[in-house]
């Protein structure tokens, strides 16, 4: 079964928070981020948008390299 099936980006997120918490998520050059810390990446980020005016189901294109960020 799949876990993410059904769900949006921030459901699949808190529902890695609960499972992997304080576990290493992600890793570029020296630098490495916990499912937590994505998460408050993700919430900061989407509080920035919701200064634009953008709500929820809102459609945003971003054109990044392979990098955190993205």
Known sequence: MNAFAGKTFGQSL???????GAREALVFGARRWTFEEVRAEVKRASA?????GLSPGDKVVIWLDNRPEF
């Open 14 to 20: 808190d529902f890695l928070v609960e499972r992997f």
């Open 48 to 52: 920035r948008l919701s200064t634009l």
